[in-house]
């Protein structure tokens, strides 16, 4: 799961990192624990493991690895309807679930949280379906930006109020692929912001 390249392969990327926040041995080895809690938990339940595309991706093929217990995996996708949506909790369901979630335990999977208000939409839109169970796993968790209460059962990293970016985390998609996570450098939102 850990096997990348150290962080000064990344070069055309990592030049525009300030601070190395969660290198990717960190990572790795919180993902293990998250998983191995998980197969304790959910064992002899055959629970349905809910990921949310595209950031959520790493972290939910890693930690799918790490469980050890029967699963089922599923992917929604939701987009912001305006760049200033995600704030106001105004989502669209891109990509839904592809079978019935009633009467099933299932796992919600979600890379960061920040205001919850998109996760509070998803949820609200999942328990309406009536699963036996419904959980939230959150990788990392900017807790500070919080408006709505969100229960979380697992939860990776609480990380600072900043831009980040790698480990599925982007801006404007660049970034998703370092295998750490990273603050990005003011001047390369600037940059980046003016190339497109």
Partial sequence: M?????PE???????DVSKILLTADEIAQRVREIGAAISHDYDGLNPLIVGVLKG????????????TIPIEVDFMSVSSYSSQSRDRGMVRMQKDLEEPINGRHVLFIEHIIDTGLTLNYLLRNLKARHPASLKVCV?????RRRLVDVPIAYKGFEVPDRFLVGYGLDFRERYRNLPYVGILKSEALHRTNNNS
């Avoid at 850990?2 to 150290?6: G, L, R, V």
């Fill in 2 to 6: 850990n096997q990348f390249y150290p």
């Fill in 9 to 15: 392969a990344y070069e055309q990327l990592s030049c």
């Fill in 56 to 67: 959520g991706v790493p972290f939910m093929a890693d930690l799918q690895r790490t469980i």
């Fill in 139 to 143: 990788f990392f968790d900017k807790a």
